[in-house]
């Protein structure tokens, strides 16, 4: 017998695992064209700033949010973790370049503080779709199909590429996006980036969602199974929600629970049908949202 011992199988190779992701709420704009401070203007009963944070911090942990060294004792944005700009520069790309060097080992998802459409359901969708391995993440837009760097998943990879790019007289996530391809995703709601940035833009907006289905309270009926139940402490329960679909309502169920299934585990029934996640929700539906089925 040969003492030749045969070579096994080369091992496959390991993907890194992806950098944990925090939240960044872009709020340290000068708001020259609204003329007054965006981050505090209101929707809803709730600042701009309030509902952006709120809405982050539904998907990760911690939140921060990004300010210039005068703004750090503001009231509307002094209760908050901070992030404060700490390279020179001016517009967004110092916040986000700020936030990479503060923490250098964590990914970054930022949001502007104005996108008063942006719901739960868009972040989901970009969270899920995140390329870890690259530098981003982004939407496109649905109005000229170019990168929308201001609500887009920044890897720990981008910190070099935009320092440099910053030294070599760049200012524009925009085009820094363009010039270094990123993952651009199309939003499935095409008014989920619109921003504000003047008083008739602003006046639009709260039009729009005070009289929309955002603006509504309505009562729906959920059911929960199973590790859900368990993490609810309840088996259903009736609540009033301004939840306007599935998948909006989910986030805000697992913002309240802590629930730590995936919705790509779930499915969802309303009024005893499987539904689709993006499925308009009205008064007195019944929701389920059903586990995976333990056992074989």
Not at 132 to 153: F, K, M, N, Q, W
Request: hydrophobic share 45%; proline share 7%; charged share 20%.
């Amino acid at each position: 017998m040969s003492g030749t011992v045969a070579a096994s199988a080369a091992a496959p190779v390991a993907r890194p695992a992806a950098a944990p992701l925090y939240g960044l709420i872009l709020a340290g704009g000068s708001s020259t064209r609204m003329q007054r401070d965006k981050a505090a203007l209101a929707y809803l009963g709730k600042s701009q700033l309030e509902r952006a944070f709120d809405l982050a911090r539904r998907h990760v942990s911690p939140v921060f949010v990004s300010v210039r060294a005068s703004q750090a004792a503001d009231p509307t944005r002094a209760h908050h973790p901070l992030i404060v700009d700490s390279v020179d520069g001016e517009g967004p790309i110092v916040g986000i370049r700020s936030a990479l060097a503060a923490y250098p080992a964590a990914a970054w998802l930022v949001m502007a503080c104005d996108l008063p459409f942006l719901s739960d359901a868009a972040l989901t969708q970009l969270l899920r779709k995140r390329d870890a391995a690259g530098l981003a993440t982004a939407y496109r837009s649905v109005h000229d199909g170019l990168p929308e760097p201001l609500c887009a998943i920044w890897e720990p990879a981008a910190a070099a590429a935009l320092e440099s790019y910053q030294r070599d007289g760049g200012r524009c996530p925009r085009k820094f996006l363009i010039r270094h391809a990123a993952r651009l995703l199309t939003p499935e709601d095409p008014r989920a980036l619109d921003n504000v940035n003047t008083p008739e833009e602003y006046a639009q907006a709260v039009a729009a969602l005070g009289t929309g289905a955002a603006n509504r309270s309505i009562p729906l009926k959920i059911q929960y199974y199973a590790l859900m139940r368990e993490q609810a402490g309840r088996s259903e329960e009736t609540l009033e929600t301004s939840s306007t679909t599935p998948a909006d309502l989910y986030g805000e169920l697992t913002a309240r629970y802590g629930f730590t299934l995936l919705r790509e585990q779930l499915k969802v029934a309303v009024n005893s049908e499987f539904s689709d996640w993006s499925r308009p929700l009205r008064a007195g539906d019944a929701v389920v949202f059903i586990p995976p089925v333990a056992g074989g």
